[in-house]
């Protein structure tokens, strides 16, 4: 049995650090126990990801998603081939993760299938909230926190982060379909999504990011709090993410808001570098950083 854990959870970590990316530079901050249930919940991510993401037909993928569903509902008796839901078992036991989180999850995934619009932001936040602020809500069971409103930060800062997603991604999302920009602010910049999928920048779309911009940073400040709320060896993990996401739109800023041409990201030795600066950081009360 312990055996076949081991496994599972190697099996997440070998996942995590061959797809993470920006993520797995924040992981590595953490102590090994947590380390192990964060590599969980993010192959557990990556597997509903994968699904909605491939080339089988939708009712395939719908087929899939019901799958995993089921798996969650009765994570003790899964196939040992299961791995991610062996290790997703002992951990959401290990921590005291709601599996209706889960759920959530791969009810935001499912939104994905078909082409959907999002009129307002507050539909946007909604679908935000869903595969990105309960990452969030999961996470901060895994690091710990003594305040409930320890789960208000988390939310804010998965919505940045991402807002901040869909803003770098915008090219990707395009091609199959998504447009996560509200229509109304769209509409609102004198731009069309006409243009968006066309690839146009103009004065319009770079004042329509920067508003964008502006909303992911202004959800980043808000969630600051939750820093001084977690266990001083958790603190990094939140701090290198947020300031890995946030250095992503200074990038757009820096590049005219250009990102059609070349998917904006940081390099490895910048992302170490931060992490490393982010780390120390994590050290010190967040109200002395504020000071």
Partial sequence: MFKELDWAYSECSRITKSRARNFYYAFLTLPVDQRKAIYTAYAFCRLCDDI?????????????????REKLRDMEHVDTDSFIFKALNDTRIKFGIPVHYFETIIDGVESDLVPNRYN???????????????VGLISIEIFGYDDASAKAYA?????????????R?????????????PAE??????????????RVINDSFRDLMAYQVDRARMHFVSSRP????????????????????????????SVGYDVFSN????????????????????LIPIEKIQG
Avoid: H
């Fill in 185 to 198: 602010e769209i509409e609102m910049f004198n731009y069309s999504e006409s243009q968006l999928t066309g």
């Fill in 120 to 134: 307002t932001f507050d539909d946007l936040r909604s679908y935000c909230y869903k595969v990105a602020s309960v």
């Fill in 52 to 68: 909605a993401d491939g080339n089988e037909s939708l009712s395939e993928k719908r087929f899939q998603l019901n799958s995993v």
């Fill in 169 to 181: 991604d915008i090219r990707e999302d395009s091609q199959l379909g998504r447009i996560y920009i």
């Fill in 155 to 167: 939310i804010d800062l998965g919505i940045a982060m991402q807002l901040t997603n869909i803003l």
């Fill in 226 to 253: 939750l820093i001084d709320l977690l266990p001083p060896r958790s603190r990094a993990c939140p701090m290198v993410l947020a300031g890995v996401y946030a250095r992503l739109l200074v990038r757009m800023e």
């Fill in 263 to 282: 998917r904006i990201s940081l390099g490895t030795t910048e992302k170490f570098f931060l992490m490393v600066k982010l780390w120390f950081a994590s």
